[in-house]
């Protein structure tokens, strides 16, 4: 038990790392591009107009620079791909081709990155969404009277409602956002 738990420390604390790391060599431009919202449709291929002003340094990023990175990662386009797994993976493909295998290998990384953190956060919905089924079993369980029958993980009925109210808590959650 002890192996499992310091290797899924381990296993967080390198994608702690990886994310820092990310977020620390991508180009500001770059990183603002891949963050901001969407560019009008006119202009599917420019720049949103955050990374024109985003610093006085550096000039903005060009559609040939971002057509650039975005090939060099396998994809068409990384504008506007929020929700931070871009993000890291362009990151963490910066960093793995460096170490290993160059440049011919970023798309693999990238694509690698984009896919363990899908299983990554899959597996901790799932985990949280399992752990929250017996939960409200246990608890509506010790309620008692008819609810009494919930305590027992093996009574199927009980496992379906229960499934089914915690997956329309999360669904809830993501109407919200």
């Given amino acids: 038990m002890r192996l499992i738990g310091y290797g899924g420390m381990l296993t967080e604390s390198f994608v ?16 603002f591009t891949l963050n901001a919202r969407p560019p009008a449709p006119a202009a599917p291929r420019r720049a949103p107009p955050i990374t024109s002003t985003a610093s006085a340094c550096r000039a903005p990023a060009t559609a040939a620079q971002l057509s650039q990175a975005a090939a060099s990662v396998g994809e068409k386009s990384i504008v506007s791909r929020t929700g931070g797994a871009p993000t890291l993976a362009v990151g963490m493909s910066e960093v793995l081709q460096r170490a290993f295998g160059g440049a011919g290998l970023k798309a693999f990384w990238y694509h ?22 017996f939960m409200l ?41």
């Avoid at 702690?16 to 990183?31: F, G, N």
């Avoid at 901790?124 to 752990?131: L, N, Y």
């Avoid at 496992?159 to 997956?167: G, H, Q, T």
């Fill in 16 to 31: 702690a790392v990886m994310a820092l790391i990310s977020a620390a060599i991508l180009d500001q431009h770059l990183y």
């Fill in 112 to 133: 690698f990155a984009i896919m363990f953190e899908a299983l990554f956060i899959l597996t901790a919905v799932d985990a949280g969404t399992r752990v929250a089924r």
């Fill in 137 to 177: 079993s246990d608890a509506l369980g010790n309620v008692g009277g008819p609810l009494a029958r919930l305590r027992n993980p093996s009574w199927r009925p009980g496992v379906w409602i229960c499934s089914l109210v915690v997956a329309a808590a999360w669904g809830s959650i993501l109407l919200m956002a």
